[in-house]
């Protein structure tokens, strides 16, 4: 385990996007972690402060490939050398980066180890056992010592929060309609994250076998029905649940089990009436409320910034448990 005494060194891979730039920021206001690369093949030799509002250090993006990193990580000589590894990558890539470190040698399996911990933001280790699940409000107990963290997916981190209060009076699959800025479909230029398209338009798409619905109804162990859009605000996600329960309820019973049951998470909101996107953007936690009920069926709102309690926020989050420190250090509430 790290000593709070000394700082952490922290490597991301693939920082040119949105959730990059956050965890930058993040990491960089840190009291015992520092950033040692952040790596990007189309910003190699720019420099971070550049392409990164708030962030004010010197340091300059880098190209590193999976070998490279995973020399950097087993060598404490490397100027590149990190302890804590994070891979923004998209869906499909952090296998090759995993692989080699695994080659070289350097992942220990428990917190005494030489490898670096490992916190990947993509889909490509959610449904691996062998990783660590890492939504601390549900998953924390199993955290200690695991060095190999899968970050849960935006949506997932709603649906789940929204509905784990509930877990085993659910009957039937939960429908969950979520509406998303358009950070969330990434840098790459595509008809969602494009504004002029969007503009007075919520755009509908993968309504069914979405990844985080699978993700989801494996994590919460019942099955769950997603229907993701995307709209023309930047960050910020909204989802309606709307679920059936094996008994009767009512809006007041079901807000005084979802406060008892988030009474001691500082990063999770709870109040009677519907939460406002417009009022999560910028903002490290969630908000669930809009608590409606008739009969058995019920209906929870809940909204979170995309970009950080659903990506940044909570692989900090994961970082600083993995590291043995306080999981809200350098989190601002």
């Known amino acids: 385990m790290t000593g709070h005494h000394e700082r952490s060194r922290v490597g991301i891979v693939g920082a040119r996007g949105h959730t990059g730039a956050e965890l930058i920021r ?21 420099s971070v402060a550049d392409h990164v509002d708030g962030y004010h250090g010197a340091l300059e993006f880098v190209s590193l490939d999976a070998d490279q990193v995973a020399r950097a990580c087993a060598d404490p000589a490397s100027p590149h050398h990190a302890q804590v590894l994070v891979l923004a990558l998209p869906n499909g890539l952090a296998s090759g980066f995993v692989q080699a470190i695994n080659a070289a040698d350097v992942l220990g399996n ?97 309504l069914v076998d979405h990844i985080h619905e699978r993700e989801v109804s494996r ?7 997603f229907m993701p859009h995307v709209a023309p605000w930047f960050r910020g996600i909204t989802l309606t649940v709307n679920l ?11 807000l005084e089990r979802y406060r008892a049951a988030y009474a001691d998470e500082p990063l999770v909101k709870v ?3 519907a939460p406002w996107v417009s009022a999560i953007a910028g903002r490290h936690g969630a908000v669930i409320g809009g608590f409606a009920a008739q009969g058995r069926r019920a ?9 950080l309690k659903g990506a940044a926020t909570q692989a900090l989050q994961n970082i600083n448990l993995a590291l043995g420190h306080p999981e809200l250090e ?4």
């Open 26 to 46: 993040l990491i960089a206001g840190h009291p015992t972690l520092e950033l040692a690369f952040v790596s990007s093949r189309q910003l190699a030799g720019e």
């Open 110 to 206: 428990d917190i005494d180890g030489n490898g670096p911990v490992i916190i990947d933001l993509s889909a490509d280790y959610r449904f691996d056992d062998d990783w660590h699940y890492g939504l601390p409000e549900l998953t924390r107990a199993d955290a200690a010592g695991r060095r190999r963290i899968a970050n849960p997916g935006c949506y997932a981190t709603a649906m789940q929060l929204a509905l784990a209060p509930l877990r085993g009076h659910l009957d039937g699959p939960a429908q969950c309609f979520g509406v998303s800025g358009y950070s969330g479909a990434g840098t790459t230029p595509s008809p969602r994250n494009d504004p002029e398209k969007l503009r007075d338009n919520l755009m509908p798409y993968a």
């Open 219 to 225: 994590h919460l162990g019942h099955p769950v029905q």
């Open 244 to 254: 059936h329960l094996d008994h009767a309820a009512s809006a007041g019973q079901l």
């Open 271 to 273: 109040q009677a009436e």
């Open 299 to 307: 209906v929870v709102v809940a909204t979170l910034d995309n970009l």
């Open 330 to 333: 350098g989190i601002t509430p």
